[in-house]
């Protein structure tokens, strides 16, 4: 398999608990000053559906939920219930900055990494990412924990490379085998009426655009979905 990966910066991301009125209040304001993100549909949306690994310990669950530092994590991930365009992510964070890495993986082998019996013969054919994951994965018993799915409202700004995504409808489910599925139940993950809001920016977030995301007294929150997911809906080993 030919490697191919992306990679972005260490990025400064910051997460908020937002309600339905202070979503609709700062999209407006965020839509006044940047761009719908060019992925986004007709109607400024996508649905995004991730399968997060945890090890034989649940070391990425307690991380979180101690805040060490440096920490990573894994997930496979697809759009609008597309199972045939699939990614695995391993996603970092130290000192504040998070960094994503990112490569294509097959439906065939995510089917066989849900089930627990990839083997992999020569690891030289694996692209850098696949290959740490698979020692990860075979030394750390690295196993499909949760899901996790929700909408998500994007908007981008050049300068600074700034993301500002808004995501309705967080849910979460244990069964992991339906990740591929194209309909899978799950429960929600955070109360009616709540939403979650992510800044992500390189070095600096232009004037304009801070003023547009604050002033409406949000609370940020340094827990993932992948940890509210965990300690909502169990799946732990």
Not at 102 to 119: D, H, N, Q, T, Y
């Amino acid at each position: 398999m030919k490697e191919e990966k992306s990679k972005i910066p260490w990025r400064h991301e910051i997460k908020y608990v937002c309600t339905d009125r202070q979503i609709a209040v700062i999209k407006n304001r965020v839509s006044a000053v940047c761009e719908p993100d060019r992925h986004a549909g007709e109607d400024g949306s996508y649905r995004v559906r991730s399968v997060y690994f945890d090890d034989y310990n649940d070391t990425a669950y307690h991380e979180n939920e101690s805040g060490t530092d440096p920490r990573h994590k894994y997930r496979i991930r697809l759009y609008n219930g597309d199972a045939d365009f699939l990614t695995l992510e391993r996603k970092s964070k130290e000192n504040g900055m998070t960094y994503k890495e990112s490569v294509p993986i097959e439906r065939e082998r995510c089917a066989e990494i849900l089930e627990g019996g990839w083997m992999c013969g020569d690891l030289s054919k694996l692209p850098d990412l696949l290959r740490r994951f698979y020692l990860e994965y075979r030394t750390k018993l690295l196993r499909p924990r949760v899901v996790v799915e929700y909408e998500r409202i994007p908007f981008v700004f050049s300068v600074g490379n700034v993301r500002i995504t808004f995501d309705r409808d967080i849910s979460a489910s244990v069964n992991t085998d339906g990740f591929l599925d194209r309909e899978l139940s799950s429960r929600p993950l955070m109360p009616a009426g709540r939403n979650m809001m992510e800044v992500k920016y390189d070095a600096l977030i232009p004037d304009f655009i801070y003023n547009a995301v604050s002033g409406e007294k949000l609370r940020q929150t340094a827990f993932s979905k992948y940890y509210l997911s965990r300690r909502i809906c169990g799946g732990r080993s």
